[in-house]
């Protein structure tokens, strides 16, 4: 069982930036998806931004335009760039890789953007 674990959680201000890392505990199968979900408090997750094995990409509409989603070239590791944050975008952002198997959950990173 592959093992996810995001990093680059933080304080930041207002208009500020963060990179977060996802990285995989081992090789990640060919036919996947991997995405970035956050979840704030007193509401439920949702979808922030993916990426597929062609490099396809999409975003919520709450963060186009803004963020960021890039993997490395051995696609065991992803990012998700943060630019001009807002008080909004705080929450727990989780990776999540999605495979014919199943999907599979990191722990999660807190980001928080407060003055």
Not at 8 to 36: D, E, F, H, Y
Not at 48 to 55: C, Q, Y
Request: glycine residues 10%; hydrophobic residues 30%; aromatic residues 6%.
């Amino acid at each position: 069982q592959v093992q996810l674990v995001e990093s680059g959680g933080g304080l930041v201000q207002p208009g500020g930036s963060l990179r977060l890392s996802c990285v995989a505990s081992k090789n990640i199968p060919t036919i996947s998806v991997m995405s970035w979900h956050r979840q704030a408090p007193g509401k439920q997750r949702e979808s922030v931004a993916s990426i597929t094995d062609g490099s396809v990409t999409t975003y919520s509409d709450s963060v186009k335009g803004r963020f960021t989603i890039s993997r490395d070239a051995d696609r065991k590791t992803i990012y998700l760039q943060m630019n001009n944050l807002k008080p909004e975008d705080t929450a727990i952002y989780y990776c999540k890789l999605n495979t014919n198997s199943g999907g599979t959950w990191g722990q999660g990173t807190q980001v928080t953007v407060s003055s």
